[in-house]
C-alpha cells in the first residue's frame, strides 16, 4: 500500500528534517534572493503526504460500498436501487454546499485542523454504520454514510494544497498525484472488498457486520496517528514559488475567502476549466455510481464481475494519476494534456458501451483499463492546471470549487443516467456519459494555457541566475 512506502520517506522528528536526497535541488526550489537557507523541502513531507493518502484512502473506500453490491443490499433492507444509489450520491450532495466553508476552515487553520475533523466524522459514522445493519435501519445506515460523505470535504480538495505546501517545484505534480492516488486506492477497496465479503442469502446481516466492522477500524486508527503525527505546516517554504506565494499581497492570510471566490468566478480562464472539470470528473463519477445495475443489464447475475471492472478501473487509473504527475513534472504542457487524457478518456468510455452491447466481458475489461487510466488519471492534472492559472490562490480553495462542479455534475449525470438505464437500457445510460465528456473535450480546447506559476518559479530562477552573475562580474573586477 502507498502509505507504507510513504513512510519509509520520513526522516528523523529533529535535525533530520533537511533537503532530500542530499543532491543539488532544482534552481526553482533553492532558496530566493536573501532567504539563505529558509527554502527548500524538508525529508518529513513523505511521512506528511503517507498520512493523507491514507486519510484519504479510508474516506474513499465508504463511498461505492453500497451500491457496488446494489442487488443485495435492495434485498436485505427492502429499498429500490435508487434509494442505494444515493448512499453514493450524498457524498456529492453533501460535498456541494458544504465544501466553500471547509475551504475556508482549510486556508484559514490549516490541513492538520481539517483532517483532524476529517477523520473524527469518518470515525463516528463508520461506527454508526456498524449498528445498522438490521434490515429495518436503512435510515440509520444512510445517517452515517452521510456523515463520511461531509468528512470527505476535508481531504479531496487538499492533494494541490498539501503539494504546495510540502514539496518543491519537481516534486509538486507527483505529490498531488500521490495525494489523489490515496482516494483511488480506497475506490479500489470500495469496489473489490463489499462483493468479497457480502454475497446475501440468510446471514446478510452478519456479513454486513464484519464488512462495517473493518470499514470502522481503519478510519479510528486514522484519527490517532493524524492527531499525533500530522504537521501543520513545514518549517521553512518547500520552493521559491511558494516562499513567494506566502509573502504575496493575494494569500490567503491578507485576502479574504469571499474575495478569493469572487476573483476566481470572475476569471473566464478558470469558468472554463472548472466546467471542464466538473463535466469530466462528474461523468466517471455517475458511471462508477450506477456500475452495478450497469453491467447487470447486460450480464445478469455478474455481480463478482462488477467490483472487478470497478477495481480494474480504479488500479489503472492510479498508475494513469502517477503517469500524469510525472509528465506534468516533466513536460510542462498542461493544456495539452488535459485534451489528450479527455479525448483518449471518451474513447475508453465509447469502448465500455460498445463491450456492453456486444456483451463481451473480455472487451469490457480492457476497456475499463483504458477508461480509467486517463479519466481517473484526469483528476491530479486538472488540480495542477487550476493551481497554474489562478496561481497564487489559495490551492484548497481552487481545488474545492473544481471538486464541487465534480459533484454536481456527477449528481445530475448519475441521476440522469440511472433513470434512462432503468426505462431504456444501459445503451441510453452510456451516450449520457459520453456526451458529458465531448462537452468537456470542447470547452477544454477554449482554455488559454496561462501557466502563472511555473512563470513565477522561472523569475525566482532567473533572478538568482542574474545575482550571481553580478557576483562573478564584480569579483573579476577586483581581481583585475
Known amino acids: 500500500m502507498i502509505g507504507c512506502v510513504l513512510f519509509a520517506g520520513r526522516g528523523a522528528a529533529g535535525s533530520g528534517d533537511g533537503a532530500a536526497g542530499g543532491g543539488v535541488q532544482p534552481a526553482a526550489d ?15 513531507r513523505w511521512f506528511i503526504l503517507g498520512l493523507f493518502a491514507i486519510t484519504s484512502l479510508s474516506n474513499a473506500a465508504h463511498w461505492i460500498m453500497y451500491t457496488v453490491i446494489t442487488d443485495v443490499v435492495e434485498e436485505h433492507y427492502g429499498v429500490s436501487s435508487l434509494d442505494v444509489n444515493w448512499t453514493a450520491t450524498v457524498f456529492m450532495v453533501a460535498y456541494v454546499p458544504l465544501v466553500f466553508p471547509a475551504s475556508w476552515l482549510i486556508d484559514k487553520y490549516g490541513l492538520r485542523v481539517a483532517l483532524i475533523l476529517c477523520s473524527l466524522l469518518m470515525t463516528v459514522g463508520a461506527w454508526i454504520k456498524v449498528f445498522a445493519v438490521q434490515p429495518d435501519h436503512f435510515v440509520v445506515a444512510f445517517a452515517g454514510q452521510t456523515l463520511i460523505g461531509v468528512a470527505q470535504m476535508f481531504s479531496l480538495g487538499a492533494p494541490g494544497r498539501l503539494a504546495a505546501l510540502w ?15 490515496g482516494n483511488q486506492l480506497g475506490c479500489a477497496i470500495g469496489f473489490l472488498v463489499p462483493p468479497l465479503l457480502v454475497r446475501g442469502g440468510a446471514d446478510t446481516a452478519t456479513q454486513l457486520r464484519t464488512l462495517c466492522q473493518i470499514y470502522a477500524a481503519v478510519p479510528t486508527a486514522v484519527f490517532v496517528l493524524i492527531v499525533i503525527f500530522f504537521k501543520k505546516k513545514p518549517p521553512r517554504p518547500p520552493s521559491a514559488a511558494q516562499a513567494a506565494a506566502i509573502a504575496s499581497p493575494a494569500n490567503e492570510s491578507q485576502k479574504s475567502f469571499l474575495t478569493t471566490i469572487k476573483i476566481l468566478l470572475t476569471t473566464p480562464n478558470f469558468l472554463l476549466l472548472l466546467a471542464c472539470y466538473g463535466l469530466t470528473a462528474g461523468s466517471f463519477y455517475a458511471l462508477n455510481t450506477v456500475l452495478n445495475p450497469l453491467v447487470l443489464d447486460s450480464f445478469k447475475g455478474a455481480n463478482q464481475e462488477v467490483g472487478s471492472l470497478g477495481l480494474t478501473m480504479v488500479l489503472v487509473g492510479v498508475v494513469g494519476s502517477i503517469v500524469g504527475g510525472l509528465v506534468l513534472d516533466a513536460w510542462h504542457r498542461y493544456k495539452q494534456t488535459t485534451i489528450l487524457a479527455i479525448l483518449l478518456g471518451g474513447a475508453g468510455m465509447a469502448g465500455f458501451g460498445a463491450a456492453l452491447q456486444l456483451h463481451n466481458m473480455a472487451a469490457l475489461y480492457g476497456a475499463a483499463a483504458f477508461l480509467g487510466f486517463f479519466t481517473a488519471g484526469f483528476v491530479p492534472v486538472g488540480y495542477e492546471f487550476s493551481a497554474e492559472i489562478t496561481y497564487p490562490m489559495p490551492e484548497a480553495t481552487v481545488v474545492g470549487m473544481l471538486n464541487a462542479a465534480g459533484e454536481l455534475s456527477g449528481i445530475v449525470v448519475s441521476q440522469g443516467g440511472l433513470t434512462l438505464l432503468e426505462n431504456y437500457g444501459n445503451l441510453a445510460a452510456m451516450a449520457t456519459f459520453l456526451s458529458t465528456l465531448t462537452l468537456a473535450l470542447v470547452l477544454c480546447c477554449f482554455i488559454r494555457n496561462d501557466l502563472k506559476r511555473l512563470a513565477a518559479m522561472r523569475v525566482a530562477a532567473g533572478n538568482r541566475s542574474s545575482i550571481a552573475l553580478d557576483k562573478t562580474s564584480i569579483q573579476n573586477d577586483l581581481k583585475a
Open 30 to 44: 533553492m532558496a530566493a534572493p536573501g532567504a539563505g537557507r529558509d527554502v527548500g523541502p524538508v525529508r518529513r
Open 167 to 181: 514539496f518543491g517545484a519537481r516534486e509538486v505534480s507527483l505529490a498531488c498525484a500521490l495525494g489523489v492516488f
